[in-house]
Nanobody, 124 residues
Framework: QVQLVESGGGLVQAGGSLRLSCAAS????????MGWFRQPPGKEREFVAA????????RYADSVKGRFAISRDNAKNTVYLQMNSLKPEDTAVYYC?????????????????WGQGTQVTVSS
């Protein structure tokens, strides 16, 4: 059974930092590409960051570039999202996702496994 479990969300003041983790089980983690998406209140799910299987290639949404960093530890079957300089507009439920493939992708439909999400709330 494939499971992706996010953790690390919470309430933080604007300008603060959080580190999200996503632990994977039930699949060959090191061969898949991983992504982080978010869904702000009342809005559609949107791409945040993605990383290829080795960690050598990453991609970010323009809105988080320079503030967020995605990384992975294949030995721990875990992908991370370091979020710095948080803004109120970063408030959302954050989801990690996995896709079997080589190149990083920003398209939600390319991902076939999803976590349950973790809430991030940034107060002004």
């Amino acid at each position: 059974q494939v499971q992706l479990v996010e953790s690390g969300g919470g309430l933080v003041q604007a300008g603060g930092s959080l580190r999200l983790s996503c632990a994977a089980s039930g699949l060959p983690f090191s061969t898949g590409r991983m992504g982080w998406f978010r869904q702000p209140p009342g809005k559609e799910r949107e791409f945040v960051a993605a990383i290829n299987w080795s960690g050598s290639s990453t991609r970010y949404a323009d809105s988080v570039k320079g503030r967020f960093a995605i990384s992975r530890d294949n030995a721990k079957n875990t992908v991370y999202l370091q979020m710095n300089s948080l803004k109120p507009e970063d408030t959302a439920v954050y989801y990690c996702a996995r896709s079997q493939g080589a190149a990083v992708t920003t398209t939600p439909s390319s991902y076939n496994y999803w976590g349950q999400g973790t809430q991030v709330t940034v107060s002004s």
